[in-house]
T-cell receptor, first 114, second 116 residues
Framework: DAGVTQSPTHLIKTRGQQVTLRCSPK?????VSWYQQALGQGPQFIFQ???????QRGNFPDRFSGHQFPNYSSELNVNALLLGDSALYLC?????????????FGDGTRLSIL | AQKVTQAQTEISVVEKEDVTLDCVYE???????LFWYKQPPSGELVFLIR??????QNEISGRYSWNFQKSTSSFNFTITASQVVDSAVYFC?????????????FGKGTRLSVIA
């Protein structure tokens, strides 16, 4: 039973560049959420995708965008990268969008901005 | 507003000691879920437990136990006879169901170090 997989594991970019992170949900899950975890902090919710649409969004600027594909996998895109975007980006999947659903997380993508 | 506070930033214990991780939450929602997650150095958040706001029964799973007290808005986590493998960052999280737009609101985490 494959869990949540994310790619790449690590990424180094420079300010102003654009980046795309990828996530495949746990088998049987249809909802994908993205979180940003700065060093020493708890994860912060970015947005959630269900049925290929953004369903909920946290307090993040429009530079952060996403997509969900028919096979439920998802991408997170960040444009015009800033030094403050350096963080661990976590993808979580669940069955449905209900708030009480346990979310299963991947290992994350560590993004470093130089 | 939804908020989770984990006042203990770091805790260090000797193997076999018991340790309690504190979690206090704030929400105006009457219906919500509370979670604990473990984050080992690999980065993956591992789901440990979910409780809903209507169930205040304490729960025990092996060496882990959870104490949910609605009157004090607390959901504390105790590890009995700690082991080195318990070393990780532990996060408490809240999922409000009546309002808000975030599936999970996390605390800042407590880093637990268990020394052999």
């Amino acid at each position: 039973d494959a869990g949540v997989t994310q790619s790449p594991t690590h990424l180094i970019k420079t300010r102003g560049q654009q980046v795309t992170l990828r996530c495949s949900p746990k088998s049987g899950h249809d909802t994908v959420s993205w979180y940003q975890q700065a060093l020493g902090q708890g994860p912060q919710f970015i947005f959630q995708y269900y049925e290929e649409e953004e369903r909920q969004r946290g307090n993040f600027p429009d530079r952060f965008s996403g997509h969900q594909f028919p096979n439920y996998s998802s991408e997170l895109n960040v444009n015009a990268l800033l030094l403050g975007d350096s963080a661990l980006y976590l993808c979580a999947s669940s069955l449905g969008t209900g708030g009480g659903q346990p979310q299963h997380f991947g290992d994350g993508t560590r993004l470093s901005i130089l | 507003a939804q908020k989770v506070t984990q006042a203990q930033t770091e805790i260090s214990v000797v193997e076999k000691e018991d340790v309690t991780l504190d979690c206090v939450y704030e929400t105006r929602d009457t219906t919500y879920y509370l979670f604990w997650y473990k984050q080992p150095p690999s980065g993956e958040l591992v789901f440990l437990i979910r409780r809903n706001s209507f169930d205040e029964q304490n729960e025990i799973s092996g060496r882990y136990s959870w104490n949910f007290q609605k009157s004090t808005s607390s959901f504390n986590f105790t590890i009995t006879a700690s082991q080195v493998v318990d070393s990780a960052v532990y996060f408490c999280a809240l999922s409000p169901l009546n309002s808000g737009n975030t599936p999970l609101v996390f605390g800042k985490g407590t880093r637990l170090s268990v020394i052999a």
